[in-house]
């Protein structure tokens, strides 16, 4: 079955890191560029990151800029987004997002379940 | 900045027909943006309807349709029914690997 399956969420203080993961399954995942966007509670869906096939070009909202760092393991069939100094206002589900092919168009077709991330003192 | 417009709320009857916009605060939406439009309900993740403004993603019935209208992309979905009450967001490619979602536009069928 062709699958995103997000992990890592929990309970952090404000100023603590997190690292999210996204297990892919059912497809050539080394062929997908993915992506993060998160939903803060009762909010609109936010892009977050953004990154290429190797992993050799990432992007990020300004939102996170230099506090998150996007990655993968394309051994592990694995997408990460490892979250530093973390605010409440980055409280929020994160879903991984398959970005859809052809690549000349430029949407997602696959998304996560989703992982919680909850930032409270 | 950015920012991509939504209706908050919309209403339709069962049966009827009713378009979504999605504009831009500072240019006019146009293929070149790759609009795409995602359902969501609670508590799920999103689902993708329409991508490259006007192609049904598989499996989506033929009643949801993308177009651009003016300067704003737009989703029609015509003959409404129960289950299409949901969230509906669209998101456009602004380039450099980066994207802007919209607000999203909260549907109700009554």
């Known amino acids: 079955e062709v699958q995103l399956l997000d992990s890592g969420g929990g309970l952090v203080q404000p100023g603590g890191s997190l690292r999210l993961s996204c297990a892919a399954s059912?497809?050539?995942?080394?062929?997908?560029?993915m992506s993060w966007v998160r939903q803060a509670p009762g909010k609109g869906l936010e892009w977050v990151s953004h990154?290429?096939?190797?992993?050799?070009?990432?992007y990020y909202a300004d939102s996170v800029k230099g506090r998150f760092t996007i990655s993968r393991d394309n051994s592990k069939n694995t997408l990460y987004l490892q979250m530093s100094s973390l605010r409440a206002e980055d409280a929020a589900v994160y879903y991984c997002?398959?970005?859809?092919?052809?690549?000349?168009?430029?949407?997602?077709?696959?998304w996560g379940r989703g992982t919680l991330v909850t930032v409270s003192s | 900045q950015t920012v991509v417009t939504q209706e908050p709320s919309f209403s339709v009857s069962p049966g009827g027909t009713v378009t979504l916009t999605c504009g831009l605060s500072s240019d006019s939406v146009s293929t070149s943006y790759y609009p795409s439009w995602y359902q969501q309900t609670p508590g799920q993740a999103p689902r993708t309807l329409i991508y490259?403004?006007?192609t049904r993603s598989s499996g989506v019935p033929d009643r949801f349709s993308g177009s651009i209208l003016g300067n704003k992309a737009a989703l029609t979905i015509t003959g409404a029914q129960a289950d299409d009450e949901s969230d509906y967001y669209c998101v456009l490619y602004m380039g450099s690997g980066i994207w802007v979602f919209g607000g999203g536009t909260k549907l109700t069928v009554l």
């Open positions: 059912g497809f050539t995942f080394s062929s997908y560029p």
């Open positions: 990154i290429s096939t190797s992993g050799g070009s990432v």
């Open positions: 490259n403004t006007n």
């Open positions: 997002a398959r970005r859809g092919l052809p690549l000349g168009y430029w949407y997602f077709d696959l």
